[in-house]
């Protein structure tokens, strides 16, 4: 019986706890080892809490880590995002350009006379793909890590496309314009030399030396030619011009004279009555005078001439 007592007194421990304001004293018994628990139980939570705060560091790290990405990210998306606006605004441009050169190709078609054919070739109907509408198509971009698109390489090779692009649509529309200028001074000269006949009659007389028709004897050199035609018939313009005389010329009569440029001249002579007068501006097949028979004349007939850089040449090679 002994030493069962004396082997449960080895067994516990009793702690005494004497408080300063009272005179009781408390004790507390527990088993031996009870305080080699508590130490463990106390390791145990010194090591756990030096886990959590690792972890809770490695995370804090991790967090600063991701904000400073997510900053650089951003300036990156900036930056290509201005990028974009610019290659957008350049397409526009562009656009812009080709849709110039179309029109010009279309005032030199109907500057020749050809039919307006609007085509889906030479029409610019659709506007360029923006790359913000490529990404809502579901068009491949090229992902990279991060959740986020790079797009440095695509701007690059769009931008220096588009800088290629825009020098060779400036290039077509300078060629364009050449071309447009070169036509237009084609077709003023068209309009304006001599190319129809005064005046629908028979031609009796001829450029060059003929019988005298007022002593039917020699010859002399007849400047223009000579359309038989009856009194009052209209004589026209035979091609767009400035009338340089208007009014009564010894030996022609009622005389018309008329500048198409290009060194170019015409006169109508034996005019009944002028139609026109000095200044005014004609087009061809316009009605200037009608024939008479005025001035040195056998008859009513219209004399012509065509004067080249001021010297005379044969009408019959303009009609």
């Not at 009272?22 to 010194?46: D, E, H, N, T």
């Not at 690059?156 to 529309?173: A, D, G, I």
């Not at 019988?211 to 400047?223: A, M, Q, Y």
Request: hydrophobic share 35%; charged share 20%; with cysteine.
């Amino acid at each position: 019986m002994k030493k069962a007592l004396v082997s449960s007194k080895k067994s516990h421990a009793t702690f005494l706890y004497i408080p300063e304001n009272q005179s009781s004293v408390r004790s507390v018994r527990m088993p031996i080892w009870g305080p080699k628990v508590l130490a463990c139980i106390l390791g145990a939570l010194i090591i756990y809490s030096s886990f959590s705060a690792y972890a809770i560091n490695h995370l804090k790290f991790q967090y600063e880590t991701s904000k400073k990405d997510i900053r650089a990210l951003t300036e990156i998306n900036n930056s290509q995002k201005a990028e974009i606006e610019c290659l957008n605004l350049n397409a526009q441009k562009i656009q812009m350009q080709l849709e110039q050169n179309i029109a010009a190709l279309e005032e030199v078609k109907a500057a020749v006379g050809l039919k307006d054919k609007a085509s889906e070739e030479t029409k610019i109907t659709k506007a360029p793909i923006t790359v913000s509408q490529a990404t809502d198509k579901n068009i491949a971009l090229p992902f990279v890590s991060g959740n986020s698109y790079d797009l440095s390489a695509e701007l690059s090779s769009l931008q220096t496309s588009l800088l290629s692009l825009s020098k060779k649509t400036m290039n077509q529309k300078t060629e364009i314009d050449k071309s447009v200028a070169s036509i237009k001074d084609r077709l003023d000269y068209l309009r304006c030399v001599p190319s129809i006949a005064p005046v629908v009659a028979k031609i009796t007389a001829g450029y060059g030396y003929r019988r005298n028709p007022f002593t039917s004897r020699g010859s002399e050199f007849h400047d223009g030619i000579d359309f038989g035609a009856p009194y009052g018939t209209k004589v026209v313009a035979t091609g767009d011009g400035v009338v340089l005389f208007a009014g009564y010329q010894s030996g022609y009569g009622r005389m018309v004279i008329i500048s198409h440029g290009y060194g170019l001249t015409t006169s109508y002579s034996h005019n009944s009555s002028i139609l026109v007068k000095k200044g005014d501006k004609v087009k061809r097949g316009q009605a200037i005078s009608k024939v008479g028979s005025t001035g040195r004349s056998t008859g009513a007939h219209l004399h012509y001439e065509v004067k080249l850089n001021g010297k005379n040449v044969n009408p019959a090679k303009y009609f």
